[in-house]
């Protein structure tokens, strides 16, 4: 796999992704793979096995989609308030080893720093209530808000007529190949991609991008009087 190399002093603007780049995805994957079905089954009195033979062909049918990431689309689907049960899980929300130390170096380097993410709006501060992240981001920018999924290119579109920048000297973080390719073609220049988006999943094995394992690879370092 490509390893990072990143000259910093090129960089003026830093988007990083969240679920799976910044926060272990382990979350997501228990919520919507093993929470989401037992709850559904409940509900609807059926097998965890039946419902997931329900949700799955859903899930694939708007996948890359912004229904795929929408809470209220899934409410109505499932009959399920999603919002409400990602309470149950808050304790499996984690922040990935190294973000703050990463966060806190493009900080001194006075980095613009945005989140761009395709969670529902709804359901970021779950998420940055309990890493206590808000701080460190100039903007947060969900696919929600913005009208497209990050796998469309009117995302970036978009995202630079609200908020400008230079994609030539900026850096895109995520755990998402799909969502990596269309920032390419955009023309964001610097990408890499999550080698272990779950940390107690799988490595992400791929050749197209860069491939940060651990934050400290690509921490910027400290600034010299």
């Not at 689907?77 to 149950?88: F, R, S, W």
């Not at 890493?131 to 009117?154: C, M, P, R």
């Amino acid at each position: 796999m490509k390893k990072p190399n990143i000259n910093w002093n090129e960089i003026d603007n830093v988007i990083l992704d969240m679920d799976g780049t910044l926060l272990d995805l382990n979350f997501d994957n228990q919520f919507w793979l093993h929470h989401v079905p037992v709850c559904h089954a409940r509900r609807h009195g059926i097998s965890k096995q039946a419902s997931l033979d329900i949700i799955l062909p859903r899930m694939q049918k708007v996948r890359g989609s912004l229904d795929w990431y929408d809470i209220h689309y899934w409410s109505r689907e499932l009959g399920l308030d999603i919002l409400t049960l990602k309470q149950d899980l808050v304790n499996l929300i984690k922040i990935r080893p190294g973000v703050h130390e990463f966060l806190n170096a493009l900080r001194e380097q006075n980095k613009t720093v945005w989140l761009a993410t395709n969670a529902h709006h709804e359901t970021i501060p779950v998420k940055l209530d309990r890493t206590d992240l808000w701080s460190y981001f100039h903007q947060i920018i969900s696919s929600s808000e913005v009208g497209f999924a990050k796998e469309s290119t009117n995302f970036w579109y978009h995202v630079n007529k609200r908020h400008p920048f230079n994609p030539q000297k900026s850096v895109f973080i995520d755990d998402n190949l799909a969502v990596l390719r269309v920032a390419k073609r955009y023309g964001v220049r610097h990408l890499l991609a999550i080698g272990r988006p779950d940390l107690s999943g799988e490595e992400l094995i791929q050749n197209e991008f860069p491939t940060v394992d651990h934050f400290h690879e690509i921490t910027p370092l400290p600034n010299r009087p």
